[in-house]
């Protein structure tokens, strides 16, 4: 099977994380497509996950075009194995039940909208106007979540119970949305990424608000599990792969 070996400078590999969490998480909640627990969510779901497919093409395009190879956004999706996706590790957990969909999606977009927000300031020009697009979409996501954790967190016992279950699940992998990594302290200082680590207040206030309202605790800060911006994932993103990437590794270079 044909694997690509990218020239990952810190700018490309950068771009390529934020493509990698658009693109696997995109991939999960549209697993729920005829699943989700009524028609409206149903759409929902896969209107969100729509939304994170786009912003994912858009940073694998800008991705591809500062490497200078060529290569095209398919060839970014399809042909890296699993240690060369830089995504975060929630957002390739299984999805679960709802509440932990619901979890998973709050607290990501609960970072990621804030994100997006500093983004629009990029000395980037490209990934500026990715960033004002995404921003707006993000809100929608964020709003969504928050209101689904909170109908679930003060709703009966038993959405409560997932609710909160999810959390305690889920909450391991946050501390991994700030971690700024060595490759990419430069690119902060030139003003082309946000500062991750900043944006960590914002989150906390968000994460407080939207808790207090669903009744529900905030787990305990303690160890948490980072490695996939290094390209060290849990066993769940090969199995998904192997699924995503099936057609263009089984038939290279396929078109309709």
Same mark, same amino acid.
């Given at each position: 099977?044909?694997?690509?070996?990218?020239?990952?400078?810190?700018?490309?590999?950068?771009? /390529? $994380?934020?493509?990698?969490? !658009? =693109?696997?998480?995109?991939?999960?909640?549209?697993?729920?497509?005829? #699943? @989700?627990?009524? *028609?409206?969510?149903? /759409? $929902?779901?896969?209107?969100? !996950? =729509?939304?994170?497919?786009?912003?994912?093409?858009?940073?694998?395009? #800008? @991705?591809?075009? *500062?490497?200078?190879?060529?290569?095209?956004?398919?060839?970014?999706?399809?042909?890296?194995?699993?240690?060369?996706?830089?995504?975060?590790?929630?957002?390739?957990?299984?999805?679960?039940?709802?509440?932990?969909?619901?979890?998973?999606?709050?607290?990501?977009?609960?970072?990621?909208?804030?994100?997006?927000?500093?983004?629009?300031?990029?000395?980037?020009?490209?990934?500026?106007?990715?960033?004002?697009?995404?921003?707006?979409?993000?809100?929608?996501?964020?709003?969504?979540?928050?209101?689904?954790?909170?109908?679930?967190g003060d709703g009966n016992e038993e959405s409560h119970r997932r609710a909160a279950a999810a959390l305690d699940r889920l909450w391991r992998f946050t501390g991994e949305f700030f971690a700024v990594e060595q490759t990419e302290a430069a690119l902060v200082a030139a003003g082309i990424l946000p500062d991750a680590a900043a944006l960590r207040p914002h989150w906390n206030a968000t994460i407080a608000r939207v808790l207090g309202e669903a009744t529900l605790d905030r787990p305990h800060d303690g160890w948490m599990q980072t490695g996939g911006r290094r390209g060290v994932h849990s066993e769940h993103l090969g199995h998904m792969l192997a699924v995503m990437q099936h057609l263009q590794r089984a038939y290279p270079g396929a078109t309709w």
């Open positions: 099977m044909t694997t690509i070996a990218l020239n990952e400078t810190p700018r490309v590999r950068a771009i /390529l $994380a934020r493509a990698d969490d !658009a =693109l696997v998480h995109a991939h999960r909640l549209s697993e729920w497509c005829g #699943h @989700a627990p009524m *028609i409206e969510e149903d /759409l $929902a779901l896969g209107n969100v !996950a =729509l939304d994170l497919l786009g912003q994912a093409r858009s940073l694998y395009q #800008h @991705a591809a075009g *500062i490497e200078g190879a060529g290569r095209s956004e398919d060839d970014l999706a399809y042909l890296r194995d699993a240690p060369q996706f830089r995504n975060l590790l929630m957002l390739e957990q299984p999805n679960g039940d709802f509440a932990q969909t619901i979890v998973r999606l709050f607290l990501h977009s609960a970072f990621l909208h804030p994100w997006w927000q500093q983004a629009m300031r990029s000395t980037d020009e490209t990934l500026a106007a990715i960033a004002a697009k995404a921003e707006k979409e993000v809100a929608y996501h964020l709003r969504h979540a928050g209101e689904w954790l909170i109908r679930l």
